[in-house]
């Protein structure tokens, strides 16, 4: 065989690939999607119920300077969307940033940026460990149109004396006060669920960073499939678990110190 002919049979070699960079693990916040929630056995035997999020990957979009913009802040962007999904401005801005578009962008302000660029890879298990406290934010599951019972957490009304359709009726108003209305923010029926809800101090059971899954103890907000920000807890105090003696009756710790004196004896 000719040279041109095993050049052509040769199979061709791939370019190698650049090296993807990783952002400076300071900023401990990452987007994700709540996955459900499963149980995990701990190292002690504990049985918890825990939230799977899918943390990532999520890279850099945008770095925010207080030359320019006034404050100091880095931009997250997590999922793929295809270009024929975005408008004009949105797909002009991804250009214009020079990264591929992403579905959620959501941006946590820094004190400071040194070290973060466009393009970089959040780090999962270098910003979060076993053990570790974060916030979750994202939005409820939205219940419609609730009543003040459900919505609000009322007793309702006495279920007796005649009072077959008031069970559930949120109550006075207090509208015959001196100005004569219903004060704005009284508690009555409206559209309940579908808001934007932190819940603080959740702890970090496992940490699984090639898979780019944290489980979180407990509940997280919102449904599957529900978008959440995982950071960490603006609060400093830790949880912690007092052991507790337990209690014996009369006759359990009669018979503890019969076993111990007959155990003297032999």
């Keep these: 065989m000719s040279e041109q002919e095993n050049n ?3 199979p061709a070699q791939e370019a190698p690939k650049a090296a993807v960079k990783t952002a400076p693990a300071t900023l401990r916040f990452v987007l994700g999607e709540k996955l459900g929630m499963t149980q995990l056995f701990d190292e002690k035997g504990n049985l918890n119920a825990v939230s ?3 943390a990532g990957p999520c890279k850099v979009v945008r770095v925010r300077t207080e030359e320019k913009d006034g404050y100091k802040a880095v931009a997250l962007g997590f999922g793929t969307v295809k270009e024929s999904k975005l408008n004009k401005p949105d797909l002009g801005n991804f250009k214009k940033l020079g990264v591929e578009p992403v579905k959620h962008i959501k941006e946590c302000r820094v004190n400071d940026i040194a070290g973060f660029e466009v393009g970089q890879i959040i780090d999962l298990g270098a910003i979060f460990k076993e053990g570790d406290y974060v916030d979750v934010q994202g939005k409820i599951k939205g219940r419609g149109f609730a009543g003040a019972m ?3 957490g009322f007793a309702g009304q006495p279920a007796s004396h005649g009072a077959s359709d008031r069970e559930r009726a949120p109550g006075g108003l207090a509208s015959r006060r001196s100005l004569g209305k219903v004060l704005s923010g009284q508690r009555m029926a409206g559209h309940y669920g579908f808001t934007t809800t932190t ?4 702890e970090v059971v496992k940490v699984d ?5 944290i489980f979180l103890k407990g509940s997280v907000p919102g449904a599957k499939g529900t978008i959440v920000s995982v950071l960490e807890t603006s609060k ?3 949880h912690v678990t007092v052991a507790q003696q337990q209690k014996l009756s009369a006759s359990k710790a009669a018979n503890i110190k019969a076993a111990q ?3 003297k004896k032999k």
Excluded: E, G, Y
């Design 8 to 10: 052509q049979t040769a």
């Design 52 to 54: 799977v999020v899918k």
């Design 150 to 152: 459900k919505r609000h």
């Design 199 to 202: 819940v603080s101090k959740i």
């Design 209 to 213: 960073p090639k898979n780019n899954l």
């Design 236 to 238: 400093f105090k830790k």
């Design 261 to 263: 004196a007959a155990a």
